[in-house]
């Protein structure tokens, strides 16, 4: 029998999710960000739920092969751009829209031979300093690549580094939002802004002339997956949002503890009573975080037959502690027995009881972000 860890992604909260995200962008197009092969999730097994999107942004070419291989017939944008000038010819031959950020990648297209002129998305560097043309040099990238026959329409976009909070006392968008609409406000062309945070905090505010901040496409990501993006000054309950991945496991085994008693690696948990705590088949080489905490005074959440408990001792490879007690105690009062061997375990995600452990909690309590959890679950790890 294969270990009892799986990961399920739930369709019908992918879906929901996008529909929470264009209900947020108003008239605005809507990118399902599928880079890092769907957060995680597999972009094969998220596909059936995002062709509700308008198109799908990504950066790796070998997933824009993917998704045309899906049968996807509508835009593709490449989120980085060419990294080759050969990038050019697979965008040439599958149609992808691809983003021009720096002068080497005009140098390419300059280059490139192509029968069909490519539609670009210019990008801006307003002030996260990642990538992107400076203000003081954007125009002069559009007039370049304006000129050049390889190049049909160009959009313009830019990337916030702070759409889930504050910069520096002011809202966190506030002052990219004025440089790029004083770089751009004469140029024409269709705009694209806002990542899952801009598009839930502020897709509707009013933007220059072109009506709001959701403009032409909005680009979200860790949303449609189910994670507040601005996690924990609102949850995705808040946003409406509902987990797209479920991590969960099995018990495999039980303790029963004195006090005095310690666990795992480095002992640093120690039982002031008689506890029951549970082993999880999960550990760090399955993709949780070794960092998660499981101190005399802190743990971080777990669900075990639905009951909110918490991590004991120390994340080790291929296992995990739980304390058994709160769950105990809950199934007793409605006169249900222990917790044993088999008991469902979820790390994150939906119980089979409906209870839901939000994975910016983990996430939270690992000193983490949702995204990275995602991203990181094992190859060994069987998706269903
Ligand atoms: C990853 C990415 C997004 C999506 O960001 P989320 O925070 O997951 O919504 C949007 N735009 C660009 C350019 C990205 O790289």
Redesign the pocket.
Known sequence: MPRPIRATVHLDALSHNLSRARLAAGDAKV?A?V?ANA?GHGIERVFEAMRAADGF?L?DLSEAQRVRALGWRGPILL?EGAFELRDLELCSRLDLWH?VHCDEQIDMLATHKTQVPHRVFLKMNSGMNRLGFRPDVFRAAWTRLNALPQVDEISL?T?FSD?DGQRQGRSGIEHQVEVFLRTTHDLSGERSLC???A?LRHAAQPFGHAGALAADWV?????VYGSA?DHPEHTSTQWQLRPAMTLSSKLIATQTLAAGDTVGYGSTYQATGPQRIGVVACGYADGYPRHAPGGPSVGAPVLVEGVRTRLVGRVSMDMLTVDLDPVDRARAENGLPLVGIGAEVVLWGTSHTGAVLPIDEVAQAAGTIS?ELMCAVAARVNFE
Not at 219 to 223: D, F, N, S, V, Y
Request: glycine share 4%; hydrophobic share 50%; no cysteine.
């Open positions: 990118w960000v880079k957060y942004a950066l989120l983003v976009m990337h759409a990542n899952s945070a598009t680009r979200p990501g860790i949303a993006p995204y």
